[in-house]
């Protein structure tokens, strides 16, 4: 028997995010989003495969992305859209963990998705090799600036 955890749009229109049978969770868990953005659908169908990654998916001991990392990277990148900037890649952790990139202009944006309100924020440049690097928990206001500085 599967476990299967949905995130909403509305209450009209339900789009759920399957978490393989291997998973435990302790309660189900269920979170009602907006997901407006242009990068939603497209945003949910990369969390699905990562969520689904096969134990083992590096060759080594990579472990999938965790549903809770999933959820609140999908929520977080609602609040960080900004129009005419091009959709994040998603890139596995071997820990579970999840990286959402941005390289556009010379400029580079990485959260590192530790666990929900756990970011580690870095920024640099191509023209010099000052990395900044913020750990953030709920105030995401310095990486919209960030972000503004790609387009």
Not at 23 to 33: G, K, Y
Request: proline residues 7%; charged residues 20%.
């Amino acid at each position: 028997m599967s476990l299967v955890a949905s995130v909403y749009q509305d209450s009209s229109n339900v789009e759920p995010i399957r978490v393989p049978s291997t998973a435990v969770f302790r309660q189900p868990i269920a979170v009602r989003e907006p997901l407006v953005t242009p990068w939603a659908q497209d945003i949910k169908g990369r969390l699905q495969e990562l969520v689904e990654l096969p134990s083992g998916w590096d060759g080594y001991m990579g472990a999938p992305v965790t549903f809770a990392h999933a959820v609140f990277s999908l929520s977080l990148l609602d609040r960080l859209y900004i129009d005419d900037l091009p959709m994040p890649d998603l890139i596995p952790g071997t820990d579970g963990s999840l990286q959402i990139e941005w390289h556009c202009n010379g400029c580079h944006v990485e959260l590192d998705v530790l666990g929900a309100n756990n970011v580690v924020a870095t920024k640099y440049y191509d023209s010099d090799h000052e990395e900044y690097v913020l750990p953030l928990t709920n105030d995401f206001g310095s990486v919209l600036s960030w972000m503004r500085e790609l387009l």
